[in-house]
């Protein structure tokens, strides 16, 4: 059923988002703890899941995936029950800072390093650089959208949506991480 569910899932993906089944751009990217990260290349080892936001109001949006983000796939408790599940991937969340936003990219990150949930900061990183490469790339089909990935240890894009937080589009994204790593 779970595989069902996940060719159901890609099926649907590649028909709204052509960029499944292609490998993701690779990307430099620094962390709120000043760790400069290249993604997908330094993320092979295992699946990741990578939200990108490149305007104001879609940097608002994805604000609103970090706490369930972090409570489903980040998050390891300190005394794991029998009903506990946890999963091990990458979780990052970007900021992208391109045009006549570049120059706001230091002021934005010590500001944000101040006031984000410090349980956050390895999970916040900062691309400053051109778009049209990812847009064309990643068809991005609008700016005040935050995307999502889940891409698998090749890099390769396996599941995207885009929006702010919904438990619908969690749910997705949960199924098919669970898909992938079943199939793996």
């Not at 045009?99 to 956050?120: C, F, H, S």
Request: hydrophobic share 40%; charged share 25%; net charge positive.
């Amino acid at each position: 059923m779970k595989k069902f569910l996940y060719l159901a899932t890609v099926a649907i993906s590649i028909n709204t988002y052509a960029q499944v089944g292609s490998n993701f751009p690779e990307m430099e990217t620094e962390s709120l703890t000043n760790v400069i990260i290249n993604i997908p290349s330094e993320l092979s080892e295992k699946f990741s899941i990578v939200g990108l936001a490149y305007s104001k109001k879609s940097e608002d949006d994805l604000k609103s995936w970090f706490e369930p983000m972090y409570n489903q796939f980040i998050h390891k408790p300190e005394k794991p029950s029998v009903f506990d599940f946890t999963y091990d991937v990458h979780c990052y969340f970007i900021p992208m800072f391109t045009g006549a936003k570049r120059p706001a990219y230091q002021k934005v990150m010590k500001k944000l390093q101040k006031t984000i949930d410090k349980r956050l900061l390895p999970y916040v990183l900062f691309y400053k650089g051109p778009l049209k490469e990812y847009k064309r790339a990643l068809n991005f089909q609008g700016r005040d959208l935050p995307y999502f990935f889940v891409l698998n240890p090749d890099g390769q894009i396996v599941y995207s949506t885009s929006g702010k937080y919904t438990k619908g589009k969690m749910q997705e994204i949960v199924e098919a991480v669970d898909a992938a790593l079943e199939m793996n």
